[in-house]
């Protein structure tokens, strides 16, 4: 079955990196753009970056652009998250989901389960 | 404050018709397809009405979408308590070049 499973999530102080992983399954993953949304506590969802299935394209947040690196291993069915200089306000759970098609534009079809960081200062 | 404006709550007894509002601008729903989302706590975010009116299989008919000029709506007939969550609206606005969502609506079935 299609299936989206993200780790890398933890407690980092503020300033710092993490990266974010989310390994595919069950589809051809070269496929399809992938997504990272987040969801801080208590807040709704936010979207976070795309990328566009052949990894030429990507969109970020305003509030992480030059700070959060989205790219993907088609070879290895795997989406990354480089977040760098980190703040308390990325503290949140983090979704990778899969697009509609190729490019971003469209629905976000299928979800992981989270991976949750937390920013401490 | 979210780009695209939902109520924060919404409630109906079970088997009522329930409908929640999400309006948007000229860049994002008034071009781009409405997308809406079903969130629980802890879960993975569920696609539930997508290209503003279209169900995945696995959706029940009594969920439904629709838009009109910059705004969309869900309807949810027949509640049931299991329809208890947060629903989110999202479309693609081409001036932010990204997915904006709503604030999300809380739905209790009371």
């Known amino acids: 079955q299609v299936q989206l499973v993200e780790s890398g999530g933890g407690v980092v102080q503020s300033g710092t990196s993490l990266r974010l992983s989310c390994v595919a399954s069950g589809f051809t993953f070269s496929r399809y753009a992938m997504h990272w949304v987040r969801q801080a506590p208590g807040k709704g969802l936010e979207w976070v970056a795309v990328?566009?299935?052949?990894?030429?394209?990507?969109y970020y947040l305003d509030s992480v652009k030059g700070r959060f690196i989205i790219s993907r291993d088609n070879s290895k069915n795997t989406l990354y998250l480089q977040m760098n200089s980190l703040r308390g306000e990325d503290t949140a759970v983090y979704f990778c989901a899969r697009g509609e098609g190729p490019t971003g534009y469209y629905t976000m079809e299928v979800w992981g389960q989270g991976t949750t960081v937390t920013v401490s200062s | 404050q979210s780009v695209l404006t939902q109520p924060p709550s919404a409630s109906g007894t079970p088997g009522q018709r329930v409908t929640i509002s999400c309006s948007g601008t000229?860049?994002?729903?008034?071009?781009?397809?409405v997308a809406w989302y079903r969130h629980l706590p802890g879960t993975a975010p569920k696609l539930l009405i997508y290209r503003d009116n279209q169900r995945p299989s696995g959706v029940p008919d009594r969920l439904s979408g629709s838009k009109s000029g910059t705004s969309a709506s869900l309807a949810i007939s027949g509640l049931q308590s299991e329809d208890e969550a947060d629903y989110y609206c999202?479309?693609?606005?081409?001036?932010?070049?990204?997915?904006?969502f709503g604030g999300g609506t809380k739905l209790t079935v009371l």
């Open positions: 000229s860049s994002n729903i008034g071009i781009n397809s």
């Open positions: 990328m566009w299935s052949d990894g030429n394209l990507q």
């Open positions: 999202a479309a693609w606005d081409d001036s932010l070049n990204g997915v904006v």
